[in-house]
């Protein structure tokens, strides 16, 4: 009993002289569990409002108009660390270079979500690429389908402060059918957002 206790005692007197000896003495199952991050991360998601102009392709006859946006990302590092999933909306003013009897005042409506990745994603830059599906509306515009179409981007963003980010971003928006059938015009969206990383 005695030597046991003495045992003990001189244990506790180098670990006291050395903490590290007792620090890498502690069983495996007592040691703290690492943090993992979820399959989707809510808490490092993304809210951004737009600011830019849509340009229209020649063969639908528009003028470049005012565009807004709203979009918001949520990260899913349970498939890739940079894979992040988005959803948008857009509208933008929308006057057709038509006949008189049809030239109208109009406003096109986008509707999307897709997936982007970061190419390069540190503390004061950020380059991503993003794929897309949008469905397209418009309102008080002649000539017009609505449609499903695919869209393709980029954004390029610096850091301002811990959570803001100004962005300027670029989307092509294919496949949208006009009114004849056999025509697939396509719209681009460039311009500036401010976006807030929580």
Do not use: N
């Not at 869209?151 to 006009?178: N, P, Q």
């Amino acid at each position: 009993m005695a030597s046991a206790a003495l045992f003990l005692f001189a244990v506790a007197s180098a670990s006291a002289q050395d903490p590290e000896l007792l620090g890498t003495s502690l069983p495996t199952c007592l040691q703290e569990p690492t943090e993992s991050r979820p399959f989707i991360d809510f808490r490092h998601s993304e809210v951004e409002l737009f600011f830019g102009v849509a340009v229209y392709s020649s063969d639908f006859e528009a003028d470049p108009g005012l565009a807004l946006g709203l979009l918001g990302r949520v990260p899913i590092p349970g498939i890739l660390e940079r894979l992040g999933v988005y959803a948008e909306i857009f509208g933008s003013g929308i006057r057709r270079d038509l006949p008189d009897e049809d030239r109208g005042t109009g406003i096109d409506m986008l509707l999307g979500a897709g997936l982007d990745y970061g190419i390069y994603e540190g503390e004061r830059f950020l380059v991503r690429v993003g794929l897309g599906l949008m469905y397209g509306f418009f309102l008080d515009v002649p000539q017009t389908d609505d449609g499903l179409a695919g869209s393709a981007g980029a954004t390029f963003g610096v850091r301002i402060t811990e959570k803001l980010w100004i962005t300027a971003r670029g989307e092509f928006i294919t496949a949208i059918v006009d009114v004849d059938g056999d025509e697939r015009d396509w719209t681009a969206i460039v311009g500036v957002g401010a976006r807030v990383r929580f």
